[in-house]
């Protein structure tokens, strides 16, 4: 029906239904001007960094704090950039990979970040990046929030180099209880006599450090006699009583003679069973005893008072 055909009161219902559409317009503009205010209200306000990316990773919203974080004047200055424009490759590949995967998988990934930049610093975020979607549920890009987390980063670096050098200090500190050097007499003009005890397994490790801590006693205590008793020793392999051997000759090297003291029966079978040489080397049966040859090697007698 046209216009000049309608009734008076079929044109007021039609100016009625006009003015409740324009109502609803506007309510809707109203509600999507808030939106946009509450938006960027919490773009320009939240101290993390918040992004919105199209499906080629190019950023089409972003946070002030993001944008400060750049370097750039004003959050319209990055739309339209990538992570290349600010990374270095390193952190802008892997950021790029992520994002395809989030826009394929439709899931969000959550990760911690080490971010390389141009000028070589590096920093750390905490990451999570989400598919942005429109009205129908569609793909059309990524949107994340990023937290610094440089200083936590640095404090645990902190406290793991600290744990690692207390460890060490530890492990030092049981070496060298573990294998104590034991200053017994300083002969004026003669020398002196050291003792090593051994007590417990002895791995290649161990070893290595007996040698290192003998030879450190040999140099500080101008020993030359050694005497290195195995009586808490259970059971050496082959690969010890080896290094044992190159430990002897080294301490002769440094003009110490050693002695070994307490072999016990089970590691004497082992050296036999293993067709070891230790003729050259001397032993006894116990401690009291070479002691006693230690003194005679130094020229002191032991005299028995009646």
């Known amino acids: 029906m046209s216009d000049a055909m309608k009734t008076k009161s079929q044109l007021i219902e039609d100016l009625e239904a006009a003015r409740a559409r324009i109502a609803e317009l506007e309510a809707a503009l109203d509600e999507a001007s808030l939106d946009q205010q509450l938006l960027q209200a919490f773009l320009d306000g939240i101290p993390d960094k918040v992004y919105f990316k199209d499906c080629e990773s190019r ?79 569609d793909v059309i890009g990524t949107y994340g929030v990023s937290r610094d987390i440089t200083e936590q980063k640095q404090i645990e670096a902190e406290s793991a180099r600290l744990q690692k050098e207390l460890v060490d200090a530890q492990q030092r500190a049981i070496q060298e209880l573990s294998t104590p050097i034991i200053p017994v007499m300083d002969v004026p003009g003669a020398g002196s006599i050291i003792v090593m005890p051994l007590i417990g397994s002895i791995d290649t490790l161990r070893a290595r450090d007996l040698t290192r801590r003998l030879l450190e006693g040999i140099r500080l205590h101008r020993a030359k006699v050694v005497i290195l008793d195995v009586t808490g020793v259970p059971i050496v392999d082959s690969g010890v009583a080896s290094h044992m051997n190159k430990t002897i000759q080294a301490a002769r090297l440094k003009g110490a003679r050693t002695i070994v003291t307490g072999i016990s029966d089970a590691v004497a079978e082992t050296i036999i069973d293993l067709g070891l040489d230790w003729s050259g080397i001397e032993t006894l049966g116990d401690l009291q005893t070479g002691l006693r040859v230690a003194l005679r090697r130094l020229g002191i007698r032991m005299v028995m008072s009646p």
């Open 59 to 137: 950023f089409i919203r972003v946070s002030r704090a993001l944008a400060e974080k750049h370097g750039v004047d004003g959050p319209e200055k990055v739309v339209g950039l990538t992570d290349f424009d600010f990374f270095t490759e390193e952190h802008a590949r892997p950021a790029l990979e992520d994002e395809q995967k989030v826009m394929h998988s439709g899931q969000t990934i959550e990760k911690e970040e080490k971010e390389t930049w141009p000028d070589g610093r590096v920093t750390w975020a905490s990451t999570s990046k989400m598919p942005l979607r429109d009205r129908k549920g």
